[in-house]
């Protein structure tokens, strides 16, 4: 590569005029963003996503989970596209940044080749991938699992929000359920950029995050059964109160998590549903959604093997049945050593300070990188703070990630 490309930096001031017309589309009265996977304003955001691109020269393609992908022809007709994207939906009361930079910081990426009229030998596509979030349908990431293989498109097409509106009718809705056959085969590797989303970068005051790899991370639901009965008369010595049993599983859980918290492990219940949730009624049934994250992937699942251990003592001590019910799990692994290599090449001939790192929060990037190489690269955000509609950026706080994924991109492409 050219010294006269090593020295290209993206307009941070028309990127963030990009982050600001989204910030406009689904804004909460708070100033943060409610753009659920799929609603109407995802559509609008959608809308002028595919507008920017094309009048940016790329070609639009949707697949049939709606990913939007967005090609700028490379000059080698054998090479692979090297695919740079995150999402444009938010959590319920999200932020402006979350997804969105990764998405529009690659947008600027093109316009910049653009601006310098630079070639590339593989072509660059941009990509946003549909519902990576999960806060309408579950699960999340569920565009970039469908691009793996991973998730079944039926599957993915099937999942219901709160109303009964399936995801696929959701797409037909805002008219992105698209016909194109795209799949992880077709791509030389992902580069997503991302806001950190906790405190380290900020604390630090570090430039540049290099995602080394992510947190080995175990969800699981857990059904407790009790029974139902009077809470007057019913002695304690008779009651099998469920909800009592979700307490001793909450701690259960809780233990585990301090029991590595000096390794960086950590538990979370995050989530509990309870029946019949009456007055005056003993609840015979809890269904709770918990988490185990761990640095390293042997280690998380010790924390699940612990948590099955201690079932029998929790069904002993409550009076109730007890039963993991689903689990999934995610991260546990390193991204790939040759695109980390260049993030941090990159960060250094720019005169960057980086912080490696893993990423403890999911990314649709961890799914991709079970099929191709594949990257990530945190910008640091105030006070890391996330999911959350104060979560704020400055222009200082991405300018450098931008740059670092505008050169590690175009190391990857080869600028020609
Ligand atoms: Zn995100």
Redesign the pocket.
């Known amino acids: 590569m050219t010294t006269r490309h090593n020295n290209i930096r993206a307009d941070i001031g028309r990127l963030w005029a990009s982050l600001m017309r989204s910030a406009e589309i689904g804004t909460t009265p708070k100033g943060g963003l409610k753009r659920l996977a799929l609603s109407a304003d995802d559509g609008v955001m959608r809308r002028e996503f595919v507008e920017w691109c094309e009048a940016a020269g790329c070609k639009v393609e949707i697949d049939p989970i709606g990913n939007i992908f967005a090609f700028r022809p490379g000059t080698d007709p054998t090479a692979k596209p090297v695919l740079v994207g995150?999402?444009l939906d938010t959590q319920i009361k999200g932020g402006r940044f979350?997804?969105i930079l990764g998405v529009l910081a690659g947008l600027e990426l093109v316009r910049t080749l653009n601006d310098h009229g630079i070639q590339t030998r593989h072509p660059v596509a941009l990509v946003n991938w549909t519902n990576?979030?999960g806060a309408r349908f579950e699960p999340p990431m569920i565009g970039s699992g469908v691009f793996t293989g991973g998730k079944a498109l039926d599957f993915a097409l099937s999942r219901t929000d709160k109303d009964g509106i399936t995801l696929g009718q959701a797409l037909g809705e805002i008219g992105f359920q698209g016909k194109a056959k795209i799949n992880a085969d077709m791509f030389d590797s992902l580069f997503e950029l991302?806001i950190e989303q906790g405190p380290r970068l900020d604390d630090a005051k570090i430039q540049v995050g290099i995602v080394t790899g992510a947190f080995g991370v175990r969800g699981f639901v857990v059904e407790v059964t009790g029974e139902t009965g009077h809470v007057g008369p019913t002695p304690m010595a008779k009651r099998h109160n469920a909800l009592v049993g979700a307490a001793h599983v909450t701690l259960a859980v809780e233990e585990i998590g301090w029991s590595e918290a000096q390794n960086h492990g950590k538990s979370t219940t995050m989530r509990v549903k309870v029946e019949p949730n009456l007055l005056g009624i003993l609840p015979d049934f809890v269904e709770m959604t918990c988490d185990f994250r761990h640095p390293e992937e042997p280690s998380v699942i010790k924390m699940m093997d612990a948590f099955k251990a201690r079932i029998p003592e929790l069904e002993e001590r409550s009076r109730c049945r007890i039963a993991v019910k689903e689990g999934w799990a995610y991260g546990g692994m390193r991204f790939d050593a040759d695109c980390v290599d260049l993030v941090r090449d990159a960060a250094q001939k720019a005169g960057y300070s980086t912080l490696d790192l893993l990423t403890e929060?999911g990314?649709d990037a961890m799914h991709v990188a079970e099929v191709l190489p594949a990257a990530m690269i945190f910008t640091p955000c105030e006070g890391g703070l996330s999911h959350n509609e104060a979560e704020n950026v400055s222009l200082a706080d991405i300018e450098p990630g931008v740059n670092v994924l505008l050169q590690a991109v175009l190391a990857r492409a080869g600028a020609v």
Do not use: P, Q
Request: charged share 35%; aromatic share 0%; proline share 0%.
């Open positions: 995150s999402h979350d997804g990576e979030e991302h929060a990314h």
